[in-house]
């Protein structure tokens, strides 16, 4: 009986050691071809210098659908199809124009609508200006006080936060849902300084909340350079010496159907079970969306080629998603998430990479337990740990995939992390290009998530 039991303990010492040396082999060609033969770094200057700007609802985000469904068949994917979506279609005509008034001086700065707003008046709007630091100083400044005025959100990024995501999403609430609340209380108009740490002269755009049958005010971003000088005149000046004037021309047009870019590989042992990875197709309209998404699309495309050249067959269907709309509506997602749960895929995990395309550093898990991240680490963190893609912990995933954790029951969710340095200096703005992604970083990145990919497949979660 001992004897057995020995003997029994042995074959599955040994079964384990062969499994680990078949997963370090198997991730060690995974590398060798994404920097070897890598595609995506080619694919993403197409991508950006060819289509470029492809915010939702417009021509080029056609396009872009168009050539990606086309990249995905050349890759010999099992599958790939379109999945319908209708989009919001938002533009921001001309370009917007902003001074500060100082007296008889107008000292004109630089400022972007912010995705989703209302245009001014044709003539534009000038009116005093209320610094603020958050919503709590607009409720607590009242009507009395906000009534025909410009609110100027102006808390800045907290450097204190190692990772800048976390200071994009304290900090963001400003650009989210400032012009909606600064309304309510009678505003004319909303300025909010740029969400980014950096000093510098680019406004950067993103999305706001607007309220389709409510009032709604023109809201734009200002330059972080620009936002300090008006702060300044504020304090020096005081009011009604300082004015603001701006004017934009942006509009939101009926939706337009767009679509879903899906390639799949269809699982050997379990084609209905699914791994999903993905990133957004659309951008904003400043920039080429080389970062934001461009390197994540072409990451989540990458790893499935990669499993295709080494002849990696998964046991669970793979899918690689590019989703439209994540900017301004994240219909592709919701949408995803809603055709999935109708057709009753399993999902066993959906990654999103939407963080950058810059050195990667792990994985997050969304909404896990300690027990759950500590397994995770005990399996798998001595097997990336080589190609410094080990730090696996809680934390957010995805706009995209969030949908998933509602009307798929038992989905992980897991953000790819690389480092966030530099991410927000360039994000929603015209210096978001592909000149600026390093060939290197993204394909360690998308080699990092296949690698993912291919444990969960083999090993489940
Ligand atoms: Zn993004």
């Not at 990458?302 to 080494?310: C, D, P």
């Not at 219909?331 to 950058?356: F, P, R, S």
């Not at 480092?419 to 990092?448: C, M, W």
Request: glycine content about 8%; some cysteine; hydrophobic content about 40%.
């Amino acid at each position: 009986m001992k004897k057995t039991f020995t003997l029994l303990c042995a074959a599955m010492v040994s079964a384990t050691l062969a499994n680990a040396q078949q997963d370090s082999l198997t991730i060690r060609k995974i590398y060798d071809e994404a920097l070897v033969n890598g595609k995506s770094y080619e694919s993403l200057r197409y991508l950006c210098k060819n289509i470029g700007q492809r915010i939702s609802g417009s021509a080029n985000a056609q396009k872009a659908v168009e050539w990606s469904k086309k990249l995905m068949e050349s890759y010999g994917f099992d599958k790939v199809y379109l999945q319908e979506v209708m989009v919001p279609h938002w533009v921001r005509g001309e370009k917007e124009t902003a001074f500060i008034i100082d007296g008889k001086n107008r000292i004109p700065v630089p400022i972007a609508a912010l995705g989703m707003t209302v245009a001014t008046p044709k003539e534009g709007i000038t009116a005093n200006v209320i610094e603020v630091q958050s919503l709590k100083d607009v409720e607590a400044l009242g009507e009395a006080v906000i009534k025909g005025k410009i609110v100027f959100f102006n808390r800045p990024f907290d450097p204190r936060f190692i990772e800048t995501g976390h200071a994009y999403g304290t900090a963001g609430d400003q650009r989210f849902m400032g012009p909606a609340v600064a309304a309510k209380y009678g505003a004319v108009g909303v300025i909010v300084r740029s969400l980014t740490e950096a000093l510098d002269d680019f406004p950067h755009t993103g999305a706001t909340l607007v309220d389709k049958d409510g009032k709604n005010i023109p809201a734009a971003a200002i330059s972080t350079k620009a936002a300090n000088k008006l702060s300044i005149m504020l304090k020096m000046r005081k009011l009604p010496l300082v004015k603001f004037y701006f004017k934009q021309s942006c509009q939101l047009l009926p939706d337009v159907l767009s679509y879903n870019v899906v390639g799949e590989l269809t699982g050997t042992e379990h084609p209905n079970k699914f791994i999903t990875v993905g990133g957004h197709l659309d951008s904003w309209d400043l920039a080429e969306g080389a970062h934001d998404d461009g390197t994540g699309v072409m990451q989540s495309a990458e790893a499935l080629r990669v499993f295709k050249a080494i002849g990696y067959r998964p046991k669970n269907s793979v899918r690689a998603v590019f989703f439209m709309n994540e900017e301004n509506g994240h219909k592709g997602g919701l949408k995803y998430a809603e055709l999935a749960a109708q057709n009753k895929e399993e999902h066993i995990a959906a990654i999103e990479t939407d963080e950058g395309g810059f050195t990667p550093r792990g994985f997050s898990f969304s909404d896990v337990s300690k027990e759950f991240i500590q397994k995770v680490n005990t399996n798998w963190k001595a097997i990336l740990e080589p190609y410094e893609v080990d730090q696996l912990t809680i934390g957010g995933a995805g706009t995209d995939i969030e949908p998933m954790k509602e009307k798929l029951p038992g989905v992980i969710l897991i953000g790819f992390r690389p480092d966030s340095q530099r991410y927000f200096d360039i994000h929603h703005t015209p210096n978001d290009v592909f000149e600026n992604v390093n060939k290197r970083e993204l394909e360690l990145g998308g080699a990092g998530i296949a690698a993912l990919i291919y444990l969960i497949d083999q090993h489940g979660l």
